[in-house]
């Protein structure tokens, strides 16, 4: 038995190297959570005991969660999606459940001694019907294909599962009652989940907005905080008392949240206590699993790992090619939902705390769960791979698209290809046609391209960072390619095929900041435009123009700046802010280092210090209330403030040498 601060420390410990070589291994950190319960549960190393207190607090997780859920509910983009939504996710998650239940029955009458209740099938049904949100999102981002066909069926599917939770949320407990009061027991249920939410959404629509106006106010970031844990908790405190969930509470208190202007302000507030509870949670649903038991029966669990993730690949393929999308689009929607999901564990760990499961296949499921989300990431890796091999007639749509996309610029020379027809491509386009330039974009949101294309615009669907869209799209006769998204990865795959199918081609590519700036420089970009500095150029150009600074001399301090790509601005002075946007220390910045009394750096020539060694070097040096501009041989007195310029770890390496 542990105290309360051990079995604190020992779970906070574990999990932070947990998470940490889950992200070395760029795996989710919610398998590093799940890895380390496993590791730490009575069933293996039992360095932390199963106990009531931890499962009170984890629960806290599963409430801060639907909270977050509750704070994105949006109507308008459910109305936006509600033939994806309320179609296609509707029926992926009754039909998830239906297959359980038919499955569960069949597996009962061929083997009698592996009984499973109806309720228990439903339950388990629920569970398997949810995929990863945080796995899939994050991976379709990087892939840049949230706005394509399959992506926007994905989102539609994921927003009806996070929907689709909160009814599962009460009835699985219902479920585990006297099968002859279930009827007056879900219909109370009913009841008490229509008065509460009537109750609450009908005052608390009226009360929310004026109360957080009246808190605001007083401008007190601590008290915002602690009216935002008071109407999270209050909210799941009613309903708990009505005797329905405390997540269904929290997920009524985020939409009520949602629809005032706090939204956004709220939702990183939340977002620590969320993600560290959450975090609990999934460390206590790992220490629920056995091991030993797993390993014994693993061929069970492989059975149980594969014939889901068919079935609801299979299942929602079939849905999407059914609701009018192609063998592609249809399969890539399948192969990114086919794993499980948290909301999965959420529903599992409530059905086993009502005694539906057996605690046997309660082992079983849970551990293919598990490896189903481990394998989650390879699969949509290799999705485009996947599709091309079992999809007859996707190798033929995407020939016909490129051939197309040939077609229309196969009579265009000397034209400008922009990557991204977006609003940064689309201004350089119309900027483009009122010189009389011809160009061509490549875009991957089909609306986008759709709506463009009838407007009248040289846009075509295709993926810039494929070498076959810029074959097609005319790269050896082009005379320029803009990269217009702000995303490194996917510019330096574009800069390797320009490097390879036209090397003298001129590249522009856009960036948030200089931090990447050398990178894309050294990978053949002619031009690197930092978003970050050029709108600092544009600031301080028109204020030096309303101070009365001559126009010529404005243009020729923008130029230089530019010819010296940005050495003058590059690094700034860092906050708190900027240090979490910045996990990694990767950006340069500026770094004020006072040299008091006993200071190494005292009495030394900069030269000596060896601070480019460390990859840092020294801009400014304040001296008696002055800037100067020091040299290798300045000699450093006591009471200078050097200033150094570097990455976070060359600033800090500086720092040591200096003090």
């Not at 079939?318 to 399969?331: E, I, P, R, T």
């Not at 485009?384 to 749509?397: G, P, Q, T």
Request: with cysteine.
């Amino acid at each position: 038995m542990h105290s309360g601060l051990e079995l604190t420390l020992l779970l906070l410990g574990c999990a932070v190297l947990g998470v940490v070589a889950f992200r070395m291994l760029h795996l989710p950190p919610m398998l590093g959570y799940l890895a380390v319960g496993v590791l730490i549960g009575p069933h293996a190393l039992a360095l932390a005991d199963d106990s009531p207190a931890t499962h009170a607090l984890a629960e806290f997780g599963v409430v801060f969660l639907m909270f977050s859920i509750g704070l994105e509910f949006s109507l308008a983009q459910f109305k936006a999606m509600r033939k994806i939504v309320f179609g296609l996710g509707l029926a992926q998650v009754v039909l998830t459940i239906a297959a359980a239940m038919l499955f569960g029955q069949l597996a009962s009458y061929f083997s009698p001694s592996l009984h499973i209740s109806w309720q228990a099938a439903f339950a388990l049904g629920g569970a398997l019907a949810m995929s990863s949100t945080a796995i899939v999102v994050k991976l379709l981002t990087e892939r840049l294909e949230l706005e394509s066909e399959h992506g926007r069926r994905i989102i539609g599917i994921l927003l009806f599962q996070d929907l689709a939770v909160v009814p599962l949320l009460i009835l699985i407990p219902s479920l585990a009652r006297n099968p002859e009061d279930l009827p007056a027991t879900l219909g109370l249920a009913a009841v008490k989940a229509a008065a509460v939410l009537a109750l609450l959404l009908f005052f608390g629509q009226k009360l929310m907005r004026r109360w957080f106006t009246v808190v605001v106010k007083r401008r007190s970031q601590e008290l915002f905080m602690l009216n935002l844990l008071l109407v999270t908790l209050g909210s799941a405190w009613i309903t708990e008392q009505a005797g329905l969930s405390l997540a269904l509470g929290a997920f009524v208190a985020g939409m009520l949240i949602s629809e005032t202007q706090y939204k956004h302000q709220v939702e990183e507030d939340i977002k620590p206590f969320r993600d560290v509870l959450l975090g609990l949670f999934f460390i206590t649903i790992g220490m629920l699993l056995n091991l030993e038991l797993v390993l014994r029966h693993w061929w069970l669990v492989l059975l149980l790992l594969v014939l889901p993730v068919l079935l609801k690949f299979a299942l929602i393929a079939g849905l999407a090619k059914l609701f009018g999308a192609s063998d592609g689009v249809s399969m890539r929607t399948g192969i990114a939902l086919a794993q499980a999901g948290e909301f999965g564990f959420v529903l599992l760990n409530l059905a086993s705390g009502s005694k539906l499961i057996d605690p046997f296949l309660m082992q079983l499921v849970l551990a293919s769960m598990v490896l189903s989300m481990l394998v989650a990431p390879l699969l949509i890796a290799n999705m485009d791979k996947i599709v091309m091999k079992f999809a007859s007639n996707e190798w033929m749509m995407q020939s016909l698209a490129l051939t197309q996309l040939a077609t229309r610029t196969m009579k265009t020379q000397k034209h400008v290809i922009i990557a991204g027809f977006g609003r940064s491509g689309q201004s350089l386009a119309t900027l483009l046609s009122e010189e009389k330039l011809q160009w061509y974009a490549l875009d991957l949101d089909p609306e986008r391209v759709q709506e463009a294309r009838a407007a009248g615009a040289n846009v075509s669907y295709g993926d810039a960072a494929r070498r076959e869209s810029l074959i097609a799209a005319g790269i050896n006769r082009a005379s320029a390619l803009v990269v217009t998204f702000a995303d490194t990865r996917l510019a330096l795959k574009v800069l390797h095929l320009v490097h390879e199918l036209a090397p003298e081609l001129p590249v522009i590519v856009r960036s948030h900041d200089d931090s990447d700036l050398d990178t894309l420089k050294a990978a053949g970009a002619t031009e690197v435009v930092p978003e970050a500095l050029e709108s600092s150029l544009m600031l301080a150009s028109h204020a030096l123009v309303m101070l009365g600074v001559p126009l010529r001399r404005v243009v020729h301090r923008v130029q230089a700046a530019r010819d010296e790509r940005y050495a003058a601005l590059r690094g700034w002075f860092v906050g708190a802010s900027d240090l979490a946007d910045d996990p990694e220390h990767s950006h340069v910045r500026l770094h004020s280092v006072s040299l008091r009394e006993g200071a190494a750096g005292v009495g030394k020539a900069l030269i000596e210090l060896g601070l480019e060694q460390v990859g840092a070097e020294v801009t400014t040096l304040r001296r008696g209330g002055q800037n100067i501009d020091p040299g290798l041989d300045t000699v450093l007195r006591e009471g200078d403030v050097v200033v150094v310029r570097g990455d976070g770890d060359a600033v800090a390496r500086a720092e040591e040498r200096l003090l």
